[in-house]
């Protein structure tokens, strides 16, 4: 049987020849093995070994196994034709004892971008959050954006908030070789958004040189556990 919606047609963009495409993984959602390989603990096990911090009490310590089956997922990397994959490891992995402080050792600058939120002052609409939290204590309350679609995990759909940031970014720093989205998805479940919203934007005038979008692997998606599925 097969639905008669039908899916929104992909737009046509032409890209550099040296834009890099690729997908991308995190090391406590994706890679298991907590106690293999000499793994210290990390604050991630403590936090989801701690009762109803995640739906369903699950935990990642064995999650996609990527730890263990990494040349198969290199292989699939391989049959998928993604050029480029960016992934991190587990700093129990590196340093079991504990972290250490690492000083003068960044050479590159990311800012993270997980929604696009509205930020307003307290009003009859939008009342003051509680005390504790960050956005009371700045006096300011956020808020969806009007009118906006949500994905599976209520979040919302709003690809104007990424354009924006990126024309900030770009405006404001000047970023040498441009700018690289290292992380871009969203939990799908047939149509939650058009991902050619996101890539659009070095035809907009931002300097876009690569795009990796979020994940490789189904991933353990903290408090939601692993009932949303992000990978490809």
Do not use: C
């Amino acid at each position: 049987m097969t639905s008669s919606r039908r899916r929104p047609r992909m737009p046509e963009y032409k890209f550099p020849p040296a834009f890099a495409w690729g997908t991308g993984s995190s090391a406590y959602q994706t890679e298991g093995g907590w106690q293999s390989g000499g793994r210290g603990l990390s604050i991630w096990d403590a936090w989801s070994h701690t009762p109803g911090r995640v739906a369903g009490g699950a935990v990642a310590d064995a999650a996609a196994d990527h730890f263990g089956r990494w040349r198969d997922d290199v292989r699939l990397l391989h049959r998928m034709g993604v050029p480029y994959y960016r992934l991190s490891l587990s700093w129990a992995r590196i340093m079991p004892a504990g972290a250490a402080l690492l000083r003068n050792s960044s050479d590159f600058f990311a800012l993270q971008h997980y929604s696009t939120l509205m930020v307003s002052r307290p009003n009859a609409t939008f009342p003051p959050l509680p005390e504790t939290s960050f956005y009371a204590a700045e006096g300011v309350r956020w808020h969806s954006t009007r009118g906006a679609r949500k994905n599976s995990l209520g979040w919302d759909i709003a690809p104007f908030g990424l354009y924006k940031l990126l024309k900030h970014i770009d405006e404001t720093y000047q970023p040498r070789g441009g700018i690289v989205i290292t992380e871009s998805g969203f939990p799908s479940r047939g149509d939650d958004a058009a991902p050619h919203e996101a890539t659009r934007d070095t035809a907009r005038g931002v300097p876009v040189r690569g795009y990796f979008v979020w994940s490789l692997l189904d991933a353990a998606e903290w408090e939601h556990g692993f009932g949303t599925r992000f990978g490809l």
